[in-house]
């Protein structure tokens, strides 16, 4: 016997749907040493926003996402704005402006990478990446 299909309303589950955005670059003054206080360096960051992608995969509606945009330009002001002395710092803040761009998303992770760590050996990039929820 085949039971009828269910819906449940989109506030009733944990979004499973994400919003994947790679490679934002942008330029900031952050970390510990002297010079990285003075001398803009570039980041790098991945985001994944997690929200429920039903309404706006029926609707072909901007208003029913989110704005890829507003996410990335609040994420570049973040990263261009007041001085973090950690990666993990500047990552909560990243996190907390693309949540607050993009209402809709009930989640983000964020990759953060710092593209030419000043470390005295040979290393590609630093990074952390956290996840966040809008309910804290």
Do not use: C, N
Not at 34 to 49: N, T
Not at 98 to 117: D, G
């Amino acid at each position: 016997m085949d039971r009828p299909a269910t819906h449940r309303p989109a506030t009733d589950r944990p979004a499973t749907d994400r919003i994947e955005l790679r490679g934002l670059r942008a330029v900031g003054t952050h970390g510990v040493l002297p010079e990285e206080r003075e001398r803009p360096q570039p980041f790098e960051v991945d985001l994944d926003l997690e929200l429920d992608l039903t309404a706006p995969g029926r609707s072909d509606d901007l208003d029913d996402t989110a704005d890829y945009g507003a996410v990335t330009q609040a994420v570049a002001g973040a990263i261009a704005g007041e001085h973090s002395d950690l990666l993990e710092h500047l990552a909560e803040r990243i996190a907390a402006a693309a949540l607050a761009a993009a209402p809709r998303a009930e989640a983000v992770t964020v990759t953060l990478r710092k593209l030419r760590p000043p470390v005295p050996v040979s290393l590609a990039t630093a990074g952390v990446t956290i996840r966040r929820t809008r309910a804290g």
